[in-house]
């Protein structure tokens, strides 16, 4: 795991997500880049789970938009039922939103995200896998990883499903694995180095 300049942190979550997301998310505070979320959720569910996590973040967390230009020390949560992506128009980072088939039957889709972070963010992304079932993620990351960035996995004791995780470590996407009580700690530290 080499540490480099940070200009993205993206994360995916599925099952138990949404509270790792509120154990993490209060704990992060700027200076920090830009963060981007999927979380497997429902559409109409994931504005009012922005919402909240708001409440409780000195960052600013919102629904994401499509075309919208992301912002240091701003989180974006994929709507629920459209996939998310970055991409650079005109030199600025901007988010995709889109109806797409699932992937691993979900939409939105972690790989989607991740594997856009690897391509257009390389080694100055950071990645990260929170707990859920099955395997999405696991490609994506180890996408990312392969590009330079660093990766961390949530690890199985804090995990209430050690399915997501597991794979993209088992598969070698992970550099390190991070219990959730010290995954915005270690967040902050990587990211912080450079920005």
């Known amino acids: 795991m080499v540490l480099g300049k940070v200009s993205l942190i993206a994360i995916g979550?599925?099952?138990g997500g949404t509270e790792a997301l509120a154990a993490i998310m209060p704990h992060l505070r700027p200076p920090l880049p830009p963060i981007v979320i999927v979380q497997h959720i429902p559409a109409g569910f994931s504005e009012m789970f922005a919402n909240r996590?708001?409440?409780s973040s000195a960052l600013t967390v919102k629904e994401a938009e499509d075309g919208e230009q992301v912002k240091p020390n701003h989180a974006y949560i994929a709507p629920g039922g459209l996939h998310m992506e970055i991409y650079?128009?005109?030199g600025l980072l901007q988010l995709r939103c889109f109806m797409a088939p699932p992937v691993h039957s979900c939409r939105p889709a972690v790989d989607i995200l991740f594997k856009s972070v690897a391509k257009i963010i390389g080694a100055e992304a950071l990645?990260?896998?929170l707990t859920g079932i099955g395997h999405d993620g696991a490609e994506g990351l180890?996408?990312?990883?392969q590009k330079g960035a660093v990766t961390l996995g949530q690890d199985a004791a804090t995990s209430v499903v050690y399915g997501m995780p597991r794979s993209a470590f088992e598969c070698g996407a992970v550099d390190k694995q991070i219990p959730l009580d010290k995954m915005a700690f270690t967040i902050s530290s990587i990211a912080r180095k450079s920005f």
């Open 88 to 90: 650079k128009f005109g």
């Open 13 to 15: 979550a599925s099952t």
């Open 142 to 145: 180890l996408e990312m990883k």
């Open 53 to 55: 996590l708001n409440k």
């Open 127 to 129: 990645g990260v896998i």
